[in-house]
């Protein structure tokens, strides 16, 4: 690779999930430009979303996204973020980064631009360790190891298919905390990255997060969110849950910490609140369900894995709402457009992981 190429530069796209014009990329140029972005529109497919000059990008609306889906298009929310996962399925690239039209470019303590996708891409490329937790943290990362009475025959890892970054400034907080601490910011920035453990679930926010699409992405999908749906804002905790328990059954890896985004604008607490209010009650049954979640050894591929799960939501979340039933429905037709966007390869059709 050249001196000065850009990590992954023809291997990587940045989807955005957008309602207005993006500004925001001017302050991320430097680290961007060179890279390929797929924008989702969400809300009126008439209104012209502007995007600076000398970005490589391609934008779909709401329109485009019936026209290639058809049918099957029911399973991508509308006015929600969680729009954003089409962006995912049309892809053809083996990695995504994907963040908010909110979030600028984050300062570290010595006062340097934080270049976060060069951050996500380094904890991506390097192992994860979810077996047997390192007490300096990342253990591939410069500067640290692997203690001692770290067992050896765990230290080359598992691959990393997510990296969950984080924010300063604006935290990403539920409506409730928002209304407690409403002046609140986050200063504190940790120079950390770490594995979350097997069996560990995590919240997992989209607005500053990576992944690779070839091991996990068909698990990446955001729900049904936002118009006509009863929930709001739980798109990438949905996600995050069934991605966690996947990569669980697979030996795959999920990092979280570096880097850090400067998330500046703060959402109406009110507005997240009716958006929540629901979500707020069903997360207490919600995640007992994904801790107890168990997958057949025979699904050995995220998409097997994924309509499993979606079996287990049908049969055991039902009786919260009658929404999980949709939801469930919605989780296979997502699988049946992937695969359709998609379609495998000799090689691809190799398992994506072993199951634990």
């Excluded at 909110?102 to 303590?109: E, G, I, L, M």
């Excluded at 955001?222 to 966690?244: E, S």
Aim: charged share 25%.
């Amino acid at each position: 690779m050249a001196a000065g190429t850009p990590l992954l530069k023809d291997e990587l796209d940045i989807v955005i999930p957008t309602i207005r014009n993006l500004d925001f990329l001017e302050m991320w140029r430097p680290f961007f430009q060179p890279y390929h972005l797929i924008i989702v529109q969400d809300g009126d497919p008439s209104k012209i979303i502007k995007v600076p000059e000398g970005f490589d990008y391609e934008l779909y609306n709401r329109n485009d996204i019936n026209k290639i889906l058809g049918p099957k298009a029911s399973c991508i929310s509308f006015k929600d973020s969680a729009c954003r996962c089409f962006g995912y399925m049309v892809s053809k690239k083996k990695y995504i980064f994907t963040i908010d039209d909110d979030c600028f470019v984050a300062k570290d303590p010595s006062g340097k631009d934080i270049n976060a996708l060069e951050q996500h891409i380094k904890n991506l490329l390097s192992p994860s360790t979810p077996y047997f937790f390192n007490t300096l943290y990342d253990p591939y990362a410069e500067g640290a190891d692997f203690v001692r009475g770290y067992p050896f025959s765990l230290r080359e890892g598992v691959p990393t298919a997510v990296s969950h970054g984080l924010w300063l400034n604006i935290p990403d907080y539920d409506a409730p905390t928002q209304l407690v601490k409403p002046s609140e910011r986050n200063t504190r920035y940790v120079n950390a990255v770490l594995t979350i453990p097997k069996g560990t679930l995590f919240p997992m926010c989209g607005m500053n997060l990576a992944f690779d699409r070839e091991l996990i992405g068909p698990a990446m999908y955001f729900g049904l969110m936002g118009d006509g749906q009863p929930i709001g804002r739980y798109d990438d905790m949905w996600a995050g849950w069934c991605t966690k328990v996947i990569c669980d059954h697979l030996g795959l890896g999920i990092k979280t910490g570096l880097p850090y985004i400067w998330h500046s604008k703060a959402s109406n607490p009110f507005v997240n609140l009716k958006k929540e209010y629901k979500g707020i009650f069903w997360q207490e049954e919600i995640i007992p369900f994904f801790q107890s979640a168990t997958l057949p050894k025979d699904c050995t591929t995220v998409q097997k894995c994924y309509i499993e799960l979606s079996k287990q939501v049908k049969e055991k979340l039902t009786n919260v709402d009658p929404y999980f039933t949709k939801l469930a429905d919605a989780m296979v037709t997502w699988i049946e457009a992937w695969d359709e966007l998609n379609p495998a390869k000799d090689s691809a059709k190799l398992p994506n992981g072993s199951a634990k």
